[in-house]
């Protein structure tokens, strides 16, 4: 098993341990509970303080490996034997942790990496059923709940950006922001050639007027929260079709006459799952990577949202704009920009690697993944590009700690809804999101301090 396998394996099982705390109240006791999840955490330590712990907790890590196998065998987490377990392993990390106080790291500072997570969200895109994304916000706004890091795809991509642009949600705000806006102020008529993407009918335009606060100029590093963008990248060889192909594939008039969507609509979902099954695409993302940091925001959100033959994107002629993504692209070994949501749609992967690679200033995360576009049996005509989503998400999905499917949403049509569907979709959105929150809310809520739960008693007789 790799390490980021063996990773993953103990954050499934804290939030095991916790959801089935939660479905069968007081059969675990709380400290016994909090026990558990001091261990996990503990054996969770990779790297701290700039030294490598890896061989330092390896036994440690196999111990608890070994006896908590059993506990989490099957469908059901065995609360029994947790109980009888909690006050042996808090004892054995507590153990652990003074003899860890010997080496060149602060342990107060440890001991809080090991205490508190940080909220991590994943957006999924989908045009308009994303909007749901908004009620979320606000639910976790009243909650107290605010993110350490935001990754988005697609339209998750842009509610994401208009997100992170502020600390405080401020719902008010991003519904005037959005009723100001307009179908022309977005979208150009497509077709013609671009640099970086592929042709579509409509040409997406995000000035800072679209995302009030994004202005030019914006970098990643200015964001009061930091985001992450998943799109795909193609090699130029391995493009199936000649770009004329896709300049044609939708009606140029598309802009005046949307209804004209529905009659190719077939040829648009063909051509998406063409591209997929090059299996050239690739799953890249932008803001929180080296290399990365330099693409302005607002290009990363555009290129998200380029679905070939329907939207395209390109950088504006601003020479410090394109040099970023000249060397994105000479970086990834990729020479075309695609929405994210076809290798991604629910970037919960995207989200897990950046927080392993420090973008939060910790590893212990609760990422929550929020995915507006899966499969339902209502969807008609969106059901093929639906299914393209639905397998990267079932693949992505893994490395989230709670997720919201929404059965629920406005239509992917919906790119601007009206007020009462804006409202419709806020509440959508906080209502859907009540099921996770007993478990958003203990995973986010610092355990106590270990001495709290370890017991003397088990602890001297080890």
Request: aromatic share 6%.
């Amino acid at each position: 098993m790799s390490g980021d396998e063996h990773q993953l394996r103990l954050e499934r099982w804290e939030v095991a341990l916790a959801r089935a705390a939660l479905e069968e109240p007081g059969r675990l006791p709380r400290d016994r509970e909090a026990a558990l999840r001091w261990a996990l955490g503990l054996a969770r330590i990779r790297r701290f303080g700039g030294l490598d712990l890896e061989p330092v907790l390896a036994r440690f890590r196999e111990e608890i490996d070994r006896t908590l196998a059993p506990v989490f065998a099957g469908d059901r987490v065995d609360l029994d034997a947790a109980a009888v377990l909690g006050p042996v392993l808090a004892a054995r990390a507590a153990a652990e942790l003074d003899r860890l106080s010997s080496l060149p790291l602060d342990r107060s500072a440890l001991e809080e990496e090991i205490r508190q997570k940080k909220l991590v969200l994943a957006l999924g895109g989908g045009g308009g059923t994303a909007w749901v994304h908004l009620g979320a916000f606000s639910r976790l706004e009243e909650e107290g709940l605010r993110p350490a890091l935001i990754a988005g795809a697609s339209m998750g991509a842009v509610l994401g950006l208009l997100r992170a642009r502020n600390a405080v949600y401020d719902q008010g705000e991003v519904l005037h922001a959005v009723r100001s806006l307009g179908l022309s102020t977005i979208f150009r008529a497509g077709g013609a050639d671009v640099r970086y993407g592929l042709p579509g009918a409509l040409r997406l335009r995000l000035p800072s007027t679209v995302l009030p606060g994004a202005e030019e100029g914006l970098r990643f590093s200015d964001l009061p929260i930091p985001l992450v963008v998943a799109v795909s990248g193609l090699r130029r060889e391995a493009l199936p079709r000649p770009l004329s192909f896709y300049r044609r594939l939708l009606p140029s008039n598309l802009v005046a006459r949307p209804r004209l969507l529905p009659r190719s609509w077939m040829a648009l979902a063909e051509a998406a799952a063409e591209l997929v099954r090059t299996r050239s695409l690739l799953g890249l993302r932008v803001g929180s990577a080296d290399g990365t940091a330099e693409v302005d925001p607002l290009d990363a959100v555009g290129f998200s949202c380029a679905l070939p033959g329907l939207i395209q994107y390109d950088v504006p002629d601003d020479p410090r704009r394109l040099r970023a993504i000249d060397r994105f692209l000479e970086a990834k070994g990729v020479g075309w920009l695609l929405d994210g949501g076809l290798t991604e749609n629910v970037p919960a992967r995207a989200a897990w690697e950046a927080v392993r690679e420090g973008a939060i200033g910790t590893r212990n995360a609760l990422i929550l993944a929020l995915d507006s576009f899966s499969p339902r049996l209502s969807s008609g005509l969106w059901m093929p590009l639906q299914r393209i989503a639905h397998e990267n998400v079932r693949r992505s999905v893994g490395y989230a700690h709670a997720v919201v499917t929404y059965s629920r949403t406005l239509s992917p049509a919906e790119i601007l809804p009206s007020l009462g569907g804006l409202i419709r979709a806020f509440d959508l959105g906080r209502s859907q999101l009540a099921h996770q929150m007993p478990l958003v809310r203990k995973l986010a809520s610092p355990l106590p301090p270990l001495l709290h739960v370890a017991s003397t008693r088990v602890r001297m007789a080890v």
